[in-house]
């Protein structure tokens, strides 16, 4: 079940306002995918759709899969050059894309070992034979939630007006950090609890292989050195 922050439509519709517009952690999914032999990709988790939807525009044959309805919607209105799906990672059909992304947050949150593995069985149903699979996951050691301070902030949102977001750690008894953002959007107040998973390297690619994956290299983010795993497979 995902999360009220992307099942919430009074919450999806606001979530790209507190991100950065300029996602520089998009940019190098968005440079693999522009490499020769590219043609068809699949965004896994695509939430909002704002990697999908700049594959598309780039010429790619993009299908973005996630399985929060809201923000799907979100995610509809804003290509509508894209297939859009509603599904979760585990239960993806054939698509015999050439690549298939899993950005952000999304490997963190399959929490169980069987979560994670029924999501890369279901990413490499996806994925031709001889494709590939990049993901990234939060290196566990980097210790990241320690620098997760307490936030208060607002924005302006066209069509909705002022929201107010609060974000505060609730627990961390690592492998699992839990935390709260509170939204306050045209007077109601809603709040949405997470957990993430920080995956030790060692559990991602074992899940790869039993997959059906091979791993070829494991680099960083170029934006987060020291933060992040990427992870590039082919099936």
Do not use: I, K
Request: hydrophobic share 45%.
């Amino acid at each position: 079940m995902p999360d009220p922050l992307f099942a919430d439509p009074r919450l999806a519709v606001v979530y790209d306002a507190f991100e950065d517009p300029h996602r520089p952690d998009l940019d190098p999914y968005a440079a693999r995918a522009l490499r020769p032999g590219v043609r068809r990709v699949l965004d896994v988790g695509c939430g909002t759709g704002v990697l999908a939807a700049r594959l598309a525009a780039a010429g790619l044959d993009v299908v973005g899969a996630d399985p929060a309805a809201a923000s799907l919607a979100v995610a509809r209105a804003r290509s509508t050059d894209v297939t859009w799906l509603h599904v979760a990672a585990s239960d993806l059909p054939a698509l015999d894309v050439d690549l298939a992304v899993m950005t952000g947050n999304v490997a963190q949150v399959f929490l169980s070992d069987d979560d994670l593995r029924a999501a890369l069985a279901g990413v490499a149903r996806a994925v031709r034979p001889g494709g590939r699979f990049v993901l990234e996951a939060r290196r566990p050691a980097a210790r990241a939630w320690e620098s997760w301070l307490p936030v208060e902030e607002h924005r302006d949102v066209p069509g909705v007006g002022r929201v107010d977001r609060a974000f505060a750690l609730l627990d961390v008894d690592p492998p699992f950090v839990t935390f709260r953002q509170t939204y306050c959007v045209t007077g109601e107040v809603v709040d949405s609890d997470s957990t993430l998973r920080f995956w030790e390297l060692e559990e991602v690619e074992d899940a790869l292989t039993g997959a059906g994956f091979s791993v070829e290299s494991v680099g960083q983010a170029p934006d987060r050195p020291g933060l992040e795993h990427v992870v590039d497979a082919v099936r």
